[in-house]
Each structure stands twice: as structure tokens, then as C-alpha cells.
């Protein structure tokens, strides 16, 4: 049980405890000198009033003065690597932590990322780490140093005598038990603490994310109202455990503070009945207060260990998530197929029973109505999922065996949503190929058409883009997107609706730099307008999730269904527009 809470505050990296803990046990012993020197000094001062006649060993005296002087001076040699360990251990833990985390949620499907909120996870990455490196560089070591203290006066007391060190130490197991006992409703509360808090993240990510569209649709209460309550549940479940754990704290503190009146009272009762001398008595009363302050940390410390224990819990938890599996280098031949393949995101099946075979360095085309499976069959075929019924293959051998960061090595994407990094423009392309040099990002960027308006911006290919590319405009940020596709030269290529909602000019320029990244390539592409793909090799029609015709543009037209219907109906709409004129 303490290995897993050790686990678990540590989120899995009990190591990074060893260091902390043993210079700030070293350092705390250590600190032990002083005190011991001090009570060794009273001694000396209490002596002549004990024994009438005798006098106080003056040299013995100036000896542990000096001593003492040494004594402080080791103790702050002894809390520099104390101190040290313990936030550089804390911090370092905390960032490899973080980074194991985020190439762990890279390994992870898609399938288990949709399952869970952003907000969640970006608190766990963020506050939650916080916290296992508060528990690293405070908690922990905080715990072990104050127990050092009581233990060792423990020992050292019984010997002197046994029945004050009873008395003193009493009422300590009970407050400990207190604690102990209580821990399961602290793990409770602290739950439900936690899940306010990432709920209430959540909806602060939510009213961020989603500005734009309150503003424009002038939903500012509505949502605001949403955003308040969360905060005010936030508030609620912050009262609740601290008014639960204040008390749960006092009374183990109380009971500390007991055994400290209860050796009083057995101490003058031994005095008075001749049993324990007077200095005996003043150096029990002389450790008893000063082993009241550890014991009440070391207590403090262990409640609230307890509730950062669970944030680390959260962490291995989603570390012990199995990753998609999967080792084998994809073949040289490329060519993919799905073979009677069925998938769903939940329950019901998204694609039934379909099969196709992508030939190489052909271009087909995915059409059909809206949710009839195209994105899915991209997702599939790029391994973000993996088939719940049949085979995705590649060169005739099953995807699910490879190493799917080796299989996206293959796959260039440009999706209709371009995703573009808070980075420079420059380091947004580099990401298809991150040892490019600066010549090899502006020639792709010239194929790509977006050499031009990127040399116009303030710091040219140096400029900084917003975050998700908040800054540019649609069609520039695709145009960014293809020159990161054109620089990775996969053999492979999957666009998605790359060039729908965007207007004639934009359009030309990225269908000009789509015909270059193209070329020679195996295409697989996704098309709502159906005059952009007339010259595909190959046109699969899908409907709800099946294929229902498959040919060439002139061949499906002949067959005179879906596609044709489509067809003549995009024929028509194509001549709409916004008339000023009215009836
Ligand atoms: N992550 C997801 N979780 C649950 N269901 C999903 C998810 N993504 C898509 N779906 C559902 O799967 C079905 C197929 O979606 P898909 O995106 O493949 O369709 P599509 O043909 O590409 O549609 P569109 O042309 O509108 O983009 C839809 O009913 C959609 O609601």
C-alpha cells in the first residue's frame, strides 16, 4: 500500500523522491544538533539547583556554546542540497512527467482522446502535475523530516524514562488512527473536489474556445451563467473539504497537545512522589514542546498527501491506458485496401462491411452525402482507429500490426481545417519535414502558392502565427498546410475537402499547389464539389456507410444514380448567388 501511494504521488516516478528525501532526512538530523546541545546546556544551568553545592561547569558550558555555533553552521551546509534536490527534483520530475504524458496521449487511438474531455486532460498535464511536484518537493520529504524527530525523541526519552515517555507519547497513535480512519471520506471529497475543478476547467476552456460565436450571437449571459455556476460548485466543493478536514486536523493536533498536559501531569505527580528527579523532568518538558511542531506537520502533511496522491492516481492511470500496438515497419508497396471492413466510433456501425483496394499512384476519389463514412474510411486508413470487423491493409499486410507513427511516415494529410501551430510560418511548414533547411520550406512553399503573400508579412516566413492560425485567413493557412505536405513527400496522399468553402481566387491558387503535391503520388481524396475530381481514376460512391456505385466520372454519370443525381444537382446550384433585388 505505502509503494502504491508513493506511485502515486510521484505519478509513477517513485525515484524522484530518493534524492529529496534523504538530504532533507540528512538535514533534519542535523538539525537535531542544536537542539540536543541546547537541552544538554539547561542541564548544565539546572545543575546547581538540583544538586545545592555544586556549581556549573563554565567550560563545559562555553564548549557547547561553540559547539551549538558549529552546530548551526553544518545545518545550513546540510539544507543547501536539501533544498536544492528538492525543487530542482520536483521541477525536473514534473516536466519529464509532462512530457511522458503528451507523447503517451500521441501513442493513444483516437477512439479512447474522444472519450475524454480536453479540459480534462489539460488539467491533468497542468494541475495536476502541480501538485505531484508540490508532493515531491514539500510533502513528502516534509513528512519523513518531522517524523525524524518525534522517533528519535521517542527513543532517546523511553530511555531516560519510560513512563513520561509513555505519558507523552500517548495520545500520538490515536491522532494518527484519527487521520488514518478519516482518509477514506478525505479520498471522497477530494474526488469530488477534483471533479468540480476539471468540470469547471472545461467550462472555462469551453467559454474561450467558443467567444467568437457568444459574442456574435450575443449568448454572453446564457454562457456566462454556466461559467458562474461551475466556479460557484467549484467554491462549494472547496468549503466542503475544508470544513470537513479543518476539524478532522484540529482534533488530531488536539490530541497531540493532549499528551503533552497528560506528561505534566504524570511528571509532577513522579516529582512529588520522589520517584523522578527535577531535571528529568525539565528536559522532558523541554522536548515535549519542541516535538509538538513535527508531529503537527508531519500530521497536516500526511491529509493533504492524501489528496494530491489521487491527482498522481489520475496520471498513472492514463499511463497504464494501452497504447495502439502495433511494431512492424510498413512494406515499400503502399498500396492500401480495406477489406470487409466495419466500424463505428460507439455502438452503430459507421461503415458495414466495405471494401476497397486504393491502387498505386492512382487518384480515387471518396464522394457521397454528408456522414456517409468518407472522413471515417481517411481515419481508417491512416490508422487514427482500428476496424472493429475486417482488415485495413498496406502492401497486402494488416495495418494493426504496424508501427502507426512508421505508417503516417507514408501519409501526407491536408485536411479542409487546417490546424497551424503558435509558432513561426517557417516552423509550421517544417513540421512535414523537420530537418528541412530554409531553402527546402520556400521552394515547398512556392509549389505550395503561398511564397508570395508570406514574403509580404511583417517578418516573412519568421512571422508568428496565432494559435490554430487565428491570424491568416482560410486560404492562406491551407496553402501552409499543402507546402507542409509538399516538403514531407509522402508517397501517399489523403485530402479531405481541401478545397470546399473557399472563394474562386484562393481556390485556383491551392488547386494549382493540390496538382503539384499530387503528382505522382497515390491520392486519396474526398470531395463535396464533383467537377474537382471529374478526372479521378477511380470515384467511390458511398451511401450510409456502404458503397453503392464505384467508376469513373463518365461511367457513373451513364449508370444514372447517386452520383448522377448529385451531379445534376450540383450542375444547377452551381449558378445560385445573393440577389439585392428584391421579388
Ligand atoms: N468522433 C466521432 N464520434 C462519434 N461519431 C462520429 C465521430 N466522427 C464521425 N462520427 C459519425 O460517423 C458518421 C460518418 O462520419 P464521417 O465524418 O465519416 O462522414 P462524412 O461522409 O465524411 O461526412 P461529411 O461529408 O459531412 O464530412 C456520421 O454519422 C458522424 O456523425
Not at 224 to 243: A, D, N, T, Y
Request: overall charge neutral.
Amino acid at each position: 500500500m505505502a509503494t502504491n501511494m508513493l506511485q502515486h504521488i510521484t505519478a509513477g516516478n517513485p525515484r524522484a523522491l530518493v534524492k529529496p528525501v534523504f538530504y532533507t532526512t540528512i538535514a533534519n538530523l542535523v538539525g537535531l544538533l542544536p537542539f540536543v546541545l541546547l537541552v544538554e546546556a539547561i542541564r548544565l544551568i539546572f545543575v546547581p539547583f538540583v544538586n545545592p553545592g555544586t556549581l556549573i561547569d563554565l567550560t563545559r558550558l562555553w564548549w557547547g556554546c561553540g559547539a551549538m555555533g558549529v552546530a548551526v553552521l553544518l545545518l545550513f551546509v546540510a539544507e543547501i542540497p536539501a533544498y536544492r534536490t528538492q525543487f530542482r527534483g520536483a521541477s525536473s520530475a514534473a516536466a519529464e512527467g509532462r512530457s511522458r504524458l503528451a507523447e503517451h496521449l500521441r501513442k493513444l487511438s483516437l477512439g479512447f482522446l474522444n472519450k475524454r474531455d480536453p479540459g480534462d486532460l489539460a488539467n491533468m498535464m497542468m494541475g495536476d502535475y502541480t501538485m505531484v511536484e508540490h508532493g515531491i518537493s514539500h510533502l513528502v520529504p516534509q513528512m519523513f523530516g518531522a517524523l525524524i524527530m518525534p522517533v528519535l525523541a521517542l527513543a532517546g526519552l523511553s530511555f531516560l524514562d519510560w513512563r513520561m515517555a509513555a505519558a507523552l507519547f500517548a495520545a500520538f497513535p490515536i491522532a494518527i488512527v484519527l487521520v488514518l480512519l478519516t482518509s477514506g471520506i478525505q479520498r471522497k471529497l477530494g474526488a469530488s473536489h477534483m471533479r468540480a475543478k476539471i468540470d469547471a476547467g472545461n467550462r472555462l476552456q469551453e467559454f474561450l474556445h467558443g467567444i467568437r460565436v457568444i459574442k456574435a450571437y450575443n449568448l454572453t449571459g446564457e454562457r456566462f451563467v454556466r461559467l458562474e455556476q461551475s466556479f460557484k460548485q467549484l467554491m462549494r466543493h472547496s468549503i466542503r473539504i475544508e470544513g470537513m478536514l479543518g476539524p478532522i486536523i484540529l482534533s488530531a493536533i488536539a490530541f497531540i497537545r493532549a499528551g503533552l498536559t497528560l506528561m505534566v501531569v504524570v511528571g509532577v505527580n513522579l516529582v512529588l512522589g520522589g520517584s523522578l528527579d527535577l531535571l528529568t523532568f525539565v528536559t522532558f518538558l523541554i522536548i515535549g514542546t519542541r516535538i509538538f511542531d513535527p508531529m503537527t506537520t508531519a500530521l497536516v502533511s500526511y491529509a493533504e498527501f492524501r489528496y494530491h496522491e489521487q491527482a498522481g492516481e489520475r496520471i498513472v492511470d492514463l499511463l497504464k491506458e494501452p497504447i495502439m500496438p502495433g511494431e512492424q515497419e510498413p512494406p515499400n508497396n503502399s498500396k492500401l485496401e480495406l477489406h470487409q471492413v466495419t466500424f463505428g466510433y460507439l455502438e452503430k456501425a459507421v461503415l458495414k462491411d466495405v471494401s476497397i483496394s486504393f491502387e498505386n499512384d492512382a487518384f480515387t476519389a471518396l464522394v457521397g452525402p454528408s456522414g456517409s463514412g468518407k472522413s471515417t474510411i481517411l481515419r481508417l486508413l491512416a490508422r487514427f482507429y482500428d476496424p472493429n470487423e475486417g482488415t485495413v491493409r498496406m502492401g497486402g499486410e494488416d495495418i494493426s500490426k504496424m508501427d502507426p507513427e512508421a505508417l503516417l511516415r507514408k501519409v501526407s494529410m491536408v485536411f479542409q481545417d487546417v490546424y497551424l501551430f503558435q509558432d513561426t510560418i517557417a516552423n509550421n511548414i517544417r513540421f512535414g519535414n523537420i530537418d528541412a533547411s530554409q531553402q527546402m520550406i520556400e521552394d515547398a512553399a512556392k509549389q505550395a502558392c503561398c511564397h508570395e503573400f508570406i514574403i509580404k508579412l511583417p517578418n516573412g516566413y519568421d512571422t508568428l502565427v496565432g494559435e490554430g492560425g487565428s491570424t491568416l485567413s482560410g486560404g492562406e493557412k491551407q496553402r501552409i498546410s499543402i507546402a507542409r505536405a509538399m516538403l514531407k513527400d509522402a508517397p501517399i496522399v489523403m485530402l479531405d475537402e481541401a478545397t470546399a468553402s473557399l472563394d474562386p481566387e484562393n481556390e485556383e491558387e491551392i488547386q494549382k499547389a493540390i496538382n503539384r503535391l499530387i503528382r505522382g503520388k497515390t491520392v486519396i481524396a474526398i470531395a463535396h464539389r464533383l467537377k474537382t475530381i471529374q478526372k479521378a481514376n477511380r470515384i467511390i460512391v458511398l451511401n450510409e456507410g456502404q458503397i453503392v456505385e464505384q467508376g469513373r466520372h463518365g461511367e457513373l454519370l451513364a449508370l444514372g444514380g447517386l452520383y448522377a443525381r448529385m451531379w445534376s444537382l450540383q450542375q444547377e446550384t452551381s449558378g445560385w448567388g445573393i440577389s439585392s433585388k428584391q421579388g
